[in-house]
């Protein structure tokens, strides 16, 4: 059994014509364990191929290959499964496995379990095998490994391929192919989930219509747009402008599509004209007859004969009277003033024999809309065209262009940044005739990096805003201060005109000028800031301290801790008692020789007094004006 597999080159395996009589996975594993891993002993991994191999009931499940090697590419050519179980690639053995490739089987659906533990895979490629169902956001197992997603021959179905490529789970997808499908409408919805695709491939796919936003989910990161041998007529306009914008590389082919070359597809022959690098090859039109097998650069898109647009514009029921009428019919006369200096030349009398008049300026006729590389140009809605033209006076002969047959608005694209432009309208019938007044001078945006981040117009407004905030956190700020304050005093004690008196709270006294704390207190046990100097500042006069009274000798038996708890003790009179009492009297006499006597009051200023009184409880210091 073993002679069906086969080493190509190592770490290539190739199994094939393995029939029901044997089941492929076991002939693959013997093969692995006793032939590839002595000849190929230096490989870390296993390259698996089966071609025309018959698995048990067209089945792949579980346990499938029992070997221990890595698998790092596996291939199902032409093997008819019907069926891949979810778990048949849970094994740690694919844990590495960075191919699946599937071709020519018959499998009717696919559910994203079967990509659980493939968790390196960065290809998926499945060829002619019609799907009838895939589960929503399929590949988000392996939604930060997949780069390169194959579906050729696989899509009949809108919503299939939307489950796919357009769920809510971010693909890292860079390359996708979609060729040979049966996919009639291509829109944005189908692309939402690969948003970083460089590579699209829809060619085949009986392709009809694309919706005017359908490349925006890929615009920033799209370089290549194979659309050939498809059914497509025409594309809408503006298609192409989400990528264009960012002037990028990027190319596309539109080649064998039967495109019908009428008047809504001006738009893409002046596309390729602009942007020859964009389209490759130029594509050959299939109708209308007179059109039938040019190419799109000598095509006529809008006969002047005809009444349609360069736009897929519908016809105005307002009755507009026909350009050449308002060109010609109500000129405006005009009599100019003769400088003297021309009324000197031989040929004055030729300058004053008439005056000068030309047609009126159209109605409605402006810029509607600035963009960075484009300007969109309101025209009245007429029933003839006319000719548009534009050129940058300081390079007219690079950047002269102009579109006939043109009515309504008009986008010009492909413009240079902050540049001033010369826009004006031109007779259908005699484009050598510009009016003066149907011209524009128009400035384009500049770039992003050279824009202003405030301009004039907003200044005001911000310094405004600016102000009004200021002048609100100030406010906020000075009022939680006083909060603060008015909460806790006991913050202003880094001021020295503040004396803090402790009761049972900390109070805060503030104190007469030139009176300051500065050092730390204490009396009885309390603690207060008060000063240990009293400086006049010319007004204030401290007063003496008030005279204590003196003590009346008790000679009782009572404590003098209190007079309301008091206890009795016996003891004899002694002369220690009487040596204390001498020795207490001379210290307050002392005392009393040492205090300043009291200074006159100040004629005209109150005096301050600052007066100490002891209590039982608690100290006080009280400041008197």
């Known amino acids: 059994m073993t002679s069906n597999c086969q080493i ?72 008819s499964l019907s069926e891949i179980e979810d778990e048949a690639f849970d094994r740690p053995i694919f844990k590495e496995t960075k191919k699946i490739i599937l ?29 009838k169902y895939a589960e929503l956001n399929l590949l988000e197992h392996v939604a930060s490994t997949l780069t390169i997603l194959e579906l050729s021959e696989v899509i009949d179905d809108y919503q299939i391929l939307r489950n796919i490529t357009g769920g809510t789970t971010p693909l890292k997808i860079q390359i996708l192919s979609l060729r040979g499908n049966a996919i009639t409408m ?23 219509y694309l919706s005017q936003d359908a490349l925006q989910p890929m615009a920033t990161s799209i370089l290549q747009l194979i659309i050939n041998n498809n059914n497509i007529r025409s594309f809408p306009e503006g298609l192409f402008d989400s990528v264009l914008y960012l002037q990028k590389p990027f190319h596309v082919t539109i ?90 030349m031989s040929d004055s009398r030729r300058v004053l024999s008439k005056d000068v008049h030309f047609p009126p300026r ?22 003839e065209g006319v000719v ?26 492909g413009i240079d940044p902050q540049t001033t432009y010369t826009i004006c309208l031109l007779n259908d019938n005699d484009t050598s005739f510009v009016s003066p007044l149907n011209c524009l001078a128009v400035t384009t945006n500049p770039t992003y990096e050279a824009s202003t981040w405030l301009t004039n117009a907003d200044k005001s407004a911000v310094f405004l805003s600016l102000t009004v905030s200021l002048l609100l956190m100030l406010a906020i700020g000075a009022f939680i201060a006083f909060v603060l304050i008015w909460r806790n ?87 220690l008692l009487d040596s204390w009492k001498t020795t207490r009297l001379n210290s307050q006499t002392e005392r009393q020789k040492c205090d300043a006597p009291a200074l006159p009051p100040h004629p005209f200023i109150p005096s301050v007094s600052m007066t100490v009184a002891s209590t039982d409880d608690n100290s006080v210091y009280r400041a008197t004006v």
């Open 255 to 344: 080649q064998n599509n039967p495109w019908n070359c009428e008047c809504s597809m001006q738009w893409m022959r002046n596309l390729i004209l602009t942007y020859p690098q964009v389209v490759t090859s130029v594509p050959v039109c299939s109708t209308p007859k007179e059109n039938s097998g040019k190419s799109f650069n000598v095509a006529t898109f809008c006969p002047t004969d005809t009444t349609s647009t360069a736009h897929d514009c519908d016809q105005s029921t307002v009755e507009v009277p026909e350009t050449s009428e308002l060109l010609e019919s109500e000129a405006i006369e005009l009599n100019c003033s003769v400088p003297k200096t021309i009324l000197q």
């Open 103 to 131: 071709v020519g089987n018959q499998l009717s659906s696919l559910r994203k379990a079967m990509f659980r533990k493939v968790n390196a895979l960065e290809e998926f490629t499945m060829r002619k095998n019609i799907i």
């Open 489 to 575: 005093p006991s913050l202003l004690r880094g001021s020295k005109r503040v004396m803090l008196v402790k009761r049972r709270n900390v109070d805060a006294i503030v104190l007469p000028k030139g009176v300051n704390v500065d050092e730390e207190k204490r009396v009885n046990g309390n603690v207060a800031y008060v000063s240990n100097k009293m400086y006049e500042d010319g007004y204030i006069t401290p007063l003496p301290p008030r005279p204590i009274p003196p003590r009346r000798e008790r000679v009782s038996r009572v404590s003098l801790q209190s007079d309301w708890n008091s206890y009795v003790s016996d003891f004899e009179h002694s002369e």
């Open 362 to 383: 159209l109605h409605d006729f402006y810029v509607l809309k600035t963009e960075d590389q484009s300007l969109l140009i309101n025209l009245p809605d007429l029933e």
């Open 8 to 79: 190509k080159e190592c770490p290539t395996i190739s199994c094939s014509s393995i029939l029901s009589d044997a089941d492929p996975g076991e002939v693959a594993t013997v093969f692995i364990e006793t032939t590839f891993k002595m000849t190929c002993s230096r490989s870390e991994s296993v390259k698996l191929s089966f071609v025309g191999c018959k698995f048990p009931s067209n089945t792949l499940r579980s346990n499938w290959l029992s070997t221990n090697a890595s698998i790092e590419e596996l291939t199902l050519d032409r093997c």
């Open 186 to 208: 291509i829109n944005r919805e189908l692309f939402e989930g690969v948003t970083e695709v460089e590579s699209l491939y829809l060619d085949n796919s009986k392709v009809e």
């Open 388 to 413: 548009l033209l534009w050129f940058d006076s300081d390079d007219v002969d690079r950047s002269l262009n102009c579109a006939k047959n043109v009515k309504h608005s008009y986008l010009l694209q």
